[in-house]
């Protein structure tokens, strides 16, 4: 099964609206961190949030905040006021704890390309 | 605070032959991990390392080793090159290994096997 899930390919959206790109992910370690990045045509990886699984409270971070719904193992990315500069491609990650105090490898989404039009 | 390091950032290269690619995680960063990026397959795990140990690997054939050494820089090294090795090589530092720690990437080398 996979561990993320992301069944957005592409999205549009208009210059200064916003935007919800969205990640389901399935697990059942009880300790695990959930990360976006943007992958630009450039090609280099950026990070850009981050959500553990005990916060209780949404990570955000300027333009970015990310809806963590835990029961239902989503953690979109909501980017408001979208700019043209944000059109990349866009992924979702998850590393596990993993049992005994080891950790997982970070497993990524296929990603969803978003394009921004003025 | 530098960023990761990689090189080089172009290779061509032909079938059959090997090549090693070379990763310098930020300062202090002891993990780092190996993907490979493809149109078809997307973003690939290759291996992990942290203290110069292997910690977690893909599922790439034998062709595919790395190591990383005591200043956590790392190399990974692909033998008997194919066709279908032509990707773009991604490596990541991070802090350590937890659950929180997030990985920074950087710029890729673009393998181009003819």
């Known amino acids: 099964a996979q561990k993320i899930t992301q069944t957005q390919p592409g999205m549009f959206v208009q210059e200064k609206e916003a935007v919800t790109l969205d990640c389901t992910y399935d697990t059942s370690d009880p300790s695990y961190g959930l990360f976006w990045y943007k992958q630009p045509s450039s090609g280099e990886m950026i990070f850009l949030i981050y959500q553990g699984s005990y916060d209780q409270q949404n990570a955000t971070e300027g333009r970015y905040s990310l809806n963590f719904q835990k029961a239902r193992k989503s953690a979109n990315l909501v980017i408001s006021a979208s700019q043209l500069g944000d059109s990349a491609m866009y992924f979702c990650a998850m590393r596990e704890e993993g049992s005994s105090g080891g950790y997982q490898k970070v497993t990524f989404g296929t990603g969803t390309k978003l394009q921004v039009i003025p | 605070k530098a960023g990761v390091t990689q090189t080089p950032r172009y290779l061509i290269k032909t079938r059959g032959q090997q090549v090693t690619l070379s990763c310098s995680p930020i300062?202090?960063?002891?993990?780092v991990s190996w993907y490979q990026q493809t149109p078809g397959q997307g973003l690939q795990f290759l291996f992990e390392?942290?203290?110069?140990?292997?910690?977690n690997k893909g599922n790439f054939p034998g062709r595919f080793s790395g190591r990383q050494f005591s200043n956590s820089r790392s190399e990974m090294n692909v033998s008997t090159l194919e066709l279908g090795d032509s990707a773009l090589y991604l490596c990541?530092?991070?802090?350590?290994?937890?659950?929180?720690?997030?990985?920074?990437f950087g710029p890729g080398t673009r393998l181009t096997v003819l």
């Open positions: 300062s202090g960063h002891r993990s």
């Open positions: 990541a530092s991070s802090l350590g290994r937890v659950s929180y720690n997030e990985q920074f």
């Open positions: 390392y942290f203290s110069e140990t292997q910690r």
